[in-house]
């Protein structure tokens, strides 16, 4: 080839590649846009603004306008400034050499005064038609609130009853009822319940979810066993995290105070296409609790328990993580898993504080949506820190006896819901429940029982919507539930008529029927609680017991007893009449035992006549109070039949509420 031909080709190649670049170019198309606030229409500069999968993102200048330049196809946008809410535009068209001009309207969360909310009726609707009480706490909420759980952001709720019983503990309730082991409001995760398994205790500093990932906090007021089942008696608590593929990035939050407080949280997500994303967050949290001295932990100390010492360092670490993956269009699958570990801290139970010492609460979640079909499964599992035989240092303890506590329990759930319209007035929304509680102790919580105490659940439910006047709407549900440890089955009705006579005002009148179950602490309890410490250093043990379902029968089979009772005694074996006098030959030997000198007398002492009779000793009726004025004297004087126990059932309510939102 000549160099005339091979010049011609060079500028042939060249002028090729320099021509590309702009045919690429002119194929392209753009999407300009500008953010503007719902409310007033103004334009808003500093906005991010992302195309979802295609790693291009910016802010919105001062006139609140952005610019992208992409490939002809579909694309999703995501707009976040804080104090809005985040918003996404789905179906976003992008033709070759055309441009797309798009006005993204964005609502200040200050002024969301009608957010949508899920937990009233499981399923999306605003909060004023909401047949219930219903409150929120935005994400912009909670990010101006320091706080070391998530009961430090709703205690400023209307009907909310919070308590702080140490540096990273709390208790949450509604509506009263408030104790240091309170499960009365029904606390969910993304739909999943939060508490621990068997124990039925929402322990709040061992929720995996931290503050930088909440999107919402919605808190109902009152029964909610007509949807959500039994044990919503008080209301429920329902925590929604953020999605990775609405909300993408990094965020790390860092927080110090009193006491030596540290408290370090993270949470990044990231969406590779529009159909898939992940996100993983986490959080460390120490600090030196308050300090408070047990009179019973000084007893135990002093009765030679000297592990009964408080330990006052709070530790703990969370890591959370989730995938999402966008199925069809509108449908959602979602995985995830979370792990919890309390490190080191102090526990309130109702028998006392626990020393708590690797305690860890872990969750797996599978869950799918499309429309209004929902289904979902999901495990709690609980590990106390140690195995049975274990190293008595190694777990969690009693701190009033020094004795280990095992947990490994663990409750499996299925939920299935569907719903559909019959024109435009009428809405059903129906469901099955199915929960399996297997408590896991070793012996250590549920002694004798321990091989008899799994519970099952189930139940189903119709939820009706129906719009009677085009401002006023008529709610009904009715729940049927069946607990394997009791008898008959529990059925929930609820009611509700809901009048919104303009878009920020509604009144309602409701009637709910709900009910709790006994826990399985409550059936099946067999717990040492306390050792009750008596002249000569010795002791006996006072334990925590479950009802069984047949209850508790106190014997009258033994003549001679106070009531013809029977009673127990360390010194004597089998039922014996309730007489302190049939115990003198068992006295006579143990104090025969306790002093040598006291040997060559006991024979004597043992003789017919010699020992006192029933009018002599004074044998009475005693019933131990824990709440005694007295604590050194527990026993007070009582007179009467004793009765017996019951069999446990149902704890059932009726409520009548009307209420007004505006």
């Given at each position: ?431 099955v429940d199915w929960q399996r509680t297997d408590p896991r102790s070793g012996g250590t919580i549920f002694g004798a029982n ?213």
């Amino acid at each position: 080839m000549g160099f005339r031909s091979r010049l011609a080709a060079s500028l042939f190649i060249a002028l090729a590649i320099g021509i590309a670049p702009s045919t690429v170019q002119g194929q392209q198309g753009t999407i300009d846009g500008t953010v503007t606030d719902a409310e007033t229409g103004g334009a808003l500069s500093g906005a991010a603004v992302e195309v979802l999968g295609q790693d291009q993102r910016q802010g919105t200048n001062a006139s609140g306008r952005f610019s992208f330049t992409l490939d002809p196809g579909t694309y999703s946008l995501v707009v976040t400034l804080i104090g809005y809410e985040t918003t996404r535009i789905d179906g976003v068209i992008v033709n070759a050499g055309l441009d797309t001009e798009l006005n993204i309207p964005v609502r200040s969360q200050a002024l969301a005064l009608n957010p949508i909310v899920v937990t009233a009726s499981r399923r999306q609707e605003k909060a004023l038609e909401a047949p219930a009480s219903i409150s929120t706490v935005s994400s912009a909420e909670v990010a101006r609130t320091v706080a070391t759980t998530v009961a430090d952001h709703v205690r400023a709720l209307p009907g909310v009853d919070a308590a702080q019983t140490g540096i990273n503990q709390g208790t949450v309730v509604a509506r009263g009822f408030n104790n240091v082991f309170s499960g009365a409001l029904l606390a969910i995760i993304d739909n999943r319940y939060a508490r621990i398994p068997s124990l039925r205790f929402n322990a709040y500093n061992m929720f995996p979810t931290n503050d930088l990932d909440l999107d919402r906090i919605e808190v109902s007021l009152g029964p909610g066993a007509a949807l959500y089942g039994p044990n919503a008696t008080n209301g429920v608590m329902h925590l929604i995290t953020s999605s990775p593929l609405d909300r993408q990035g990094s965020s790390i939050s860092l927080a110090g105070g009193e006491r030596s407080l540290f408290h370090g949280q993270f949470r990044t997500a990231h969406a590779p296409s529009e159909n898939f994303g992940f996100k993983i967050s986490g959080q460390y949290m120490q600090g030196n609790d308050w300090e408070y001295d047990d009179p019973a932990e000084v007893q135990a100390r002093e009765a030679g328990c000297a592990r009964c010492v408080r330990d006052n360092q709070a530790r703990r670490y969370t890591v959370d993580g989730r995938l999402d993956f966008r199925v069809g269009g509108d449908g959602d699958l979602v995985l995830n898993a979370g792990s919890s570990t309390l490190v080191t801290g102090v526990d309130m139970t109702g028998i006392g504080a626990f020393q708590v010492k690797n305690w860890g609460y872990n969750y797996l979640q599978s869950r799918f949506s499309k429309g209004r079909l929902f289904a979902q499964a999901f495990m709690n599992i609980t590990n106390s820190g140690a195995d049975v035989g274990s190293a008595a240092d190694e777990g969690t303890f009693n701190l009033r006896t020094g004795v280990p506590v095992v947990d490994q329990s663990r409750t499996m759930a299925f939920q299935f819901q569907y719903g559909f319209d019959l024109g435009s007035r009428q809405s059903f929304t129906y469901g099955v429940d199915w929960q399996r509680t297997d408590p896991r102790s070793g012996g250590t919580i549920f002694g004798a029982n321990e091989d008899d105490d799994i519970v099952s659940e189930v139940g189903a439910y119709l939820h009706s919507e129906t719009t009677l006047l085009d401002n006023v709407d008529l709610v009904a549900a009715i729940r049927v539930d069946d607990h394997s440890r009791l008898t008959d089955p529990n059925i929930s009705p609820r009611a509700a008529l809901v009048f919104t006579p303009g878009e920020d005002q509604s009144f309602r009148v409701t009637y709910n029927r709900s009910f709790s179950t006994p826990t399985t602490t409550n059936l099946f309890l067999d717990i040492l609680a306390g050792r009750i410490p008596l002249p000569a250093g010795i002791s006996y043990d006072v334990r925590a017991r479950g009802v069984p379902s047949e209850g508790f029968h106190f014997s009258a089979a033994c003549p001679g007893g106070v009531n013809s009772y029977c009673m127990y005694s360390p010194i004597a074996p089998g039922g014996i009449p309730a007489n302190a006098a049939v115990v003198w030959d068992h006295v006579v030997d143990l104090l025969g035992s306790l002093d040598p000198q006291l040997t060559l007398i006991v024979p004597l002492l043992k003789m017919p006549g010699a020992g006192p009779n029933d009018p002599q000793i004074g044998t009475v009726l005693r019933m131990l109070n824990l709440a005694a004025e007295d604590p050194a004297n527990p026993f007070e004087p009582f007179s009467g039949s004793l009765s017996d126990v019951p069999a446990l059932v149902p704890t059932t309510n009726n409520t009548f509420e009307v209420g007004y939102k505006g």
